[in-house]
C-alpha cells in the first residue's frame, strides 16, 4: 500500500469537513442537485470520451495510486549482475535454469538464452514498453479528464443555479441561499480534480515512469550480458540509472 497516498486523503479529507464543520454545519454543503450534475456529468464524459473497455479498467487503474509493489530499481541492478555473472562464469545458455520472479527481466534473459541477435532483444523488449506505457496512458488519460472535467461540470452546475435565482429576484431573502446552492457544484467540481482525480494522475505517471526505468535497466542489462560484458562493467552502466546516492559503493570509490 502506499503510504503517502493514504496520508494526503486523510489529511484533504480532515482538512475539508474540519474547516466546514468549524464554520458552521456540515449539512449545508449537501445539495442532492448539485451533486447530481457533477458526478452525473464528469460520468457521462467518461462514456463519451472513452470505449467501454477502458472504463470497465477505471477502478483497477485507480487503485493502483493505493495499492503497488514498489520499483526496486536496485535490486534489479544486483540481480542483473547476479545473472551476469552467472553467465560469464557457466555460459548464457545456463541462465535458463535460473528461477526468476520478474515477467519482463525472464522474457529478456529466455532471449538472451536462446541466443537471440542484440537488435532482435532490443526490439522485442521495447515493444513490451512501448505498450505498457500505452496502457498507462490510457488509465492516467481518464484520471485527468476527470480533473478537468469536475471543475467544468461544476461551472455548468453554478449556472444553472443563478438562472434559477435571477428568475426569483421577487425575493431577496432567498437570494443569498440560492446563491450558497449555486456555488455548491463547482465546490464539488473543485474536490474531485484537485483532491483525488489530478494528485491521482500524477501519482500514476510517476509509477509509470519508475516501472519503464526499471524496464530500460533490463533491456541494458540483457544487453550487456549477452555482449559478454564483465559484469562489473554491467553494474557500473546500470548504476547510472540510481542517484548517486543509491549506487555501488565500490563504484563510487573507485
Known amino acids: 500500500m502506499d503510504i503517502a497516498t493514504v496520508i494526503g486523503f486523510v489529511l484533504v479529507t480532515c482538512a475539508i469537513l474540519g474547516s466546514i464543520a468549524y464554520g458552521g454545519a456540515i449539512s449545508i454543503f449537501i445539495d442532492i442537485p448539485s451533486i447530481f450534475v457533477v458526478i452525473g456529468g464528469v ?3 467518461i462514456f463519451i470520451k472513452w470505449p467501454m473497455e477502458h472504463i470497465t479498467n477505471l477502478v483497477t487503474v ?3 495510486a493505493l495499492f503497488f509493489t ?8 544486483e540481480e542483473i549482475q547476479s545473472l551476469a555473472e552467472t553467465a560469464r562464469r557457466e555460459s548464457v545458455f545456463a541462465l535458463e535454469k535460473v528461477e526468476i520472479a520478474d515477467t519482463f527481466l525472464k522474457k529478456a534473459v529466455s532471449l538472451a538464452a536462446d541466443n537471440r541477435p542484440p537488435d532482435v532483444i532490443t526490439s ?19 484520471m ?9 461540470f461544476g461551472m455548468i ?5 443563478l438562472v434559477q435565482m435571477l428568475q426569483n429576484l421577487q425575493d431577496p431573502s432567498a437570494i443569498g441561499p440560492a446563491m ?3 456555488l455548491l457544484t463547482t465546490f464539488y467540481g473543485a ?11 500524477n501519482k500514476l505517471t510517476i509509477r509509470s515512469k519508475a516501472e519503464m526505468t526499471k524496464m530500460n535497466i533490463i533491456v541494458a542489462g540483457v544487453l550487456g550480458i549477452v555482449a559478454g560484458e564483465n559484469p562489473r562493467v554491467i553494474r557500473e552502466k546500470l548504476d547510472s540509472f540510481l542517484p548517486p546516492s543509491e549506487r555501488n559503493v565500490e563504484e563510487e570509490v573507485a
Not at 157 to 161: N, R, V
Open 62 to 64: 485507480f487503485m493502483k
Open 144 to 152: 485527468e479528464g476527470i480533473g478537468a472535467d469536475g471543475p467544468a
Open 191 to 201: 474536490v474531485i480534480a484537485n483532491a483525488v482525480a489530478l494528485p491521482v494522475s
Open 180 to 182: 450558497a446552492i449555486a
Open 70 to 77: 514498489p520499483t526496486d530499481l536496485k535490486g534489479t541492478i
Open 43 to 45: 460520468l457521462a464524459a
Open 157 to 161: 452546475g453554478t449556472l444553472i443555479g
Open 124 to 142: 522485442i523488449l521495447q515493444l513490451d514498453i512501448d505498450a505498457m506505457e500505452e496502457r498507462h496512458k490510457q488509465g492516467i488519460g481518464i
